[in-house]
């Protein structure tokens, strides 16, 4: 009944208890959330700091309310967890071969416990962790799957339809609106001979992709973390404990996105090749003056994460027990997006969907009549710098939280615990964004050396794509915002310099909930046997 998904940087970004996602988190008991969401990111607790995880997918009255799916309680070590001193250190990398790079896993407990004059215990334990993570995700893919009028083209109530014109949804002078329909369960009929009525005139069609890309998708991550935890227990029937606890979260992510339309028509056509007994295309030999651009997209992240508790539990009598926390915790997410885009018109891509591995196999051939080659995708003069899209987000989240519970051992035939509890969470959570772009700057590229990033060993060669071309370099783009947002306003006066960026608050509230319980427990029997 329990799931991660979302794979992808290295990494799982998603727990599920029964398929769904609406799960509520706890560190120790306590609730735990990061920024402005009500879950925690539990990918941000390195290993080295848990003591163990326990997954709860049905509720008693003593858990917390939130999460529909169910909720999931962190537990981290805490000094009465051991005998007497302790210290551990460990280090070890793992490399990841896609990245061709290394990352650490780092790690250090030292923790102790002592016996105070009056006879009681007190002990402190403090856990380090610090891990590194290189990733690269790699793909190519096919874009959406659309009709386009066959190779004998088509006339339809005075509008002429050139052989393998794609058909949108609507078009002027067309009576049927929508002539086709997007996101049918079964899409379009894949049979042979298949039409569209275009002014009554039933038109042959066949099925194409619209576009091909791919994207090389590098980053690092790393997330410290630190567990402070003392402990103090004066005699057998009381205890109390403070814990801080921080997590933090950095990434730097680099996303080298190669796109090109497949669907012109108005440029020289090869050869048109169909999968056998349907009528979609597997192949196109030459589409000409294909649109393509590429685009540099940098993310910058930041979290840090803190939580502090006070708690203490007390044996009234042997019957009555109380546990009472008080918490307090803030969180906070921010990140940075650049992209920037380079683009050009090519004389021609050729394009299988599916040469039999599953994997979409694109080229751009060189046009022999110019004295540019056009196939090299990593010459800089080949591309113009296009659009800028410049973006912020700042996530907070802060909460104050007292809870309380009580055990009574009932002696009676019936019932045997009496269970009660009471909890006062005073939440406050606020999101800021800002975002702009700018249109194309219309300028070579090779006029700017410093903004290229050539990357290599796409696919490490075993698919029949690009492997290697030529974006706007995110990271020098983030390093010197100044100059760039400096250059796009120069032709585009409403895009903001950094001098007048701000955020704008689209999320804020200040929360306060409480709840209560009363659970009584029982035992009887159903069958007496004797």
């Known amino acids: ?31 735990i959330f990061t920024a402005s969401g009500q879950a925690y990111a539990l990918q941000d607790v390195p290993a080295s700091l848990l003591k163990q995880v326990d997954i709860y997918k049905s509720r008693s009255a003593d858990l917390i309310e939130n999460g529909i799916a169910g909720s ?6 805490r000094p009465f967890d051991f005998t007497g001193r302790r210290i551990v250190i460990a280090a070890r990398g793992i490399y990841a071969d896609q990245a061709g790079k290394t990352g650490e896993n780092l790690s250090a407990l030292f923790t102790d416990r002592w016996k105070t004059d009056n006879g009681g215990d007190f002990g402190m334990l403090l856990n380090l962790s610090y891990v590194r993570t290189p990733y690269r995700d790699q793909n190519a893919t096919a874009g959406a799957e659309v009709p386009f009028v066959n190779g004998n083209g088509a006339v339809t109530g005075g509008i002429n339809w050139v052989p393998y014109e794609r058909i949108f949804p609507t078009r002027g002078g067309v009576t049927e609106n929508p002539i086709w329909t997007a996101g049918l369960e079964n899409g379009l009929s894949q049979t042979p001979g298949s039409t569209l009525s275009i002014n009554g005139v039933a ?13 090389d998708f590098t980053g690092t991550r790393e997330r410290p973390g630190v567990n402070l935890a003392l402990q103090f227990a004066p005699n057998k029937d009381a205890e109390y404990t403070f814990e801080a606890f921080y997590t933090g979260y950095r990434n730097t992510s680099f996303n080298d996105l190669l796109f090109s339309f497949v669907d012109w028509w108005g440029g020289p056509l090869g050869a048109v090749n169909l999968y056998p007994d349907t009528n979609v295309v597997q192949s196109r030999d030459s589409v000409g003056y294909p649109y393509s651009f590429s685009s540099g997209d940098l993310t910058v992240g930041r979290t840090d994460s803190y939580f502090f508790e006070m708690s203490g539990k007390w044996n009234i009598n042997d019957a009555f027990k109380l546990r009472s926390a008080l918490t307090y915790q803030d969180s906070k997410f921010e990140s940075s997006f650049f992209a920037m885009r380079a683009d050009r018109v090519a004389p021609s891509i050729s394009v299988n ?10 080229q751009f051939p060189d046009d022999p009549n110019t004295a540019v080659d056009e196939s090299d995708l990593t010459n800089a003069s080949l591309w113009n710098i296009a659009q800028l899209y410049d973006n912020g987000n700042k996530n907070k989240g802060s909460a104050f939280t007292w809870d309380g519970d009580g055990d009574y051992k009932i002696e009676n035939s019936f019932f045997t615990d009496l269970k009660f509890g009471f909890r006062y969470d005073d939440r406050k ?7 702009q772009d700018a249109p194309s700057l219309a300028e070579p590229l090779s006029n700017y050396p410093d ?18 071309w030529v974006v706007p370099n995110g990271h020098a783009i983030y390093a010197n915002a100044d100059t760039y947002r400096n250059l796009y ?23 306060k909930n409480m709840a209560g319980y009363v659970r009584a427990d029982f035992k009887t029997f159903l069958v007496n046997e004797h």
């Open 1 to 31: 009944g329990v799931q991660v998904t979302n794979r992808g940087s290295g990494e799982i970004a998603t727990v599920t208890i029964r398929g769904l996602p609406d799960i509520n988190t706890t560190l120790n008991g306590q609730n």
């Open 72 to 77: 999931i309680n962190v537990q981290t070590r």
């Open 203 to 215: 038109v042959p069609y066949v099925l194409s992709r619209d576009a091909v890309f791919q994207n």
């Open 353 to 362: 969907f599916n040469p039999g591995n599953g994997i979409v196999a694109f």
């Open 429 to 435: 959570a606020s999101e800021a964004q800002r975002t």
């Open 451 to 468: 903004l290229w990033y050539v990357n290599s060993g796409f696919f490490d060669g075993n698919s029949d794509v690009p492997t290697t």
């Open 489 to 511: 306003h120069a032709k585009f006066p409403n895009f903001k310099t950094t001098d007048q960026l701000s955020l704008f608050e689209n999320f804020n509230v200040d929360e």
